[in-house]
């Protein structure tokens, strides 16, 4: 048996949710069972009242507002718990298209993925302002570098994930989960895949991206510290060696002087050149102190990632399929 849940994370939806709630499949293709789950994020209107009333399967709530990034992850654990093989996140406010979720969750049910994520075609949403167009092709092309995919709309949060893929994924950022657990399946090597899927008019302005600088500001933060926990040694490294170019270069015009070199810039470039190879000692130290606790955190993830396993299993939650497995 195949059980889906699609899981919608909301903070003061009463409006919305109805709407979002109405659109959603009650059967998929190739699905079993389909359930719903809302995992209220410390909500002051009545948007649990709203979700019981709907006739919502499960109902999560935070006691405190936490944001999205955290209410996705106790989202995703709480759908592994009620013994979901796919779990599909989609946004409260019906952006994304509820017609194409069985589109969303068909590479994983055939075995091709273990991640999707839905492609809004970006360049062609009327609502997206120019600027916003813009910032979006080049945070794409950012998180694709960083996360080794070719995922064209990586801000997307209509996705579905299989149980494995859950269990492999954690959420360190308190703002947005998109970029940072896209980076970290292509770090896990954990198949993404990417499907075009539909939007609907807007019914709210996005909370996420209240101003330009602040959204720019956020997401550029998130995806360098992510970068740098997954491939710090390369980034230490990079930096060591220019710093390394640097001092040489000092060195080598400093012994190759010219006559006409001003006397204090010829009285520097020693110091310039033992200051550059300093740092760059200092930065390699740091990229193979970056390596090791890359090492260390890979066998904590792997170990968080066997005791949720385990304790899935307990709970008498059925084992993790393999994508395209028959179901039992």
Known sequence: MVK?????????EERSLPVTFAALPRTIPGVDVVETLVIDDGSTDRTVEVARSLGVDHVVRLVTHQ????AFERGVLECLRRGADIVVNTDADNQYAA???PRLVAPILSGEADYVIGDRSVE???HFSWIKKKLQRVG???VRMASRTDIPDTTSGFRALSRRAVLQLSVHSGYTYTHETLIQAGRKDIPVASVKVGVNPVLRPSRLFRSIPRYVLRSASTIFRIYLIYDGFRAFALLALLCALLAAAALGLWLTAPAGLPAGLAAALPWAAGAGALLAVQLLLFALLADL???TRRLQEESLA???ELALRE???PRARTPGEPAA
Do not use: F, K, T, Y
């Open 4 to 12: 889906v849940i699609i899981q919608i994370p909301c903070w003061n």
């Open 67 to 70: 944001g999205l990034a955290r």
């Open 99 to 101: 017609d194409d979720i």
């Open 124 to 126: 062609e949403l009327p």
């Open 140 to 142: 794409s092309a950012v």
């Open 293 to 295: 606790l890359a090492v």
């Open 306 to 308: 066997h005791l949720r």
């Open 315 to 317: 709970a008498g939650a």
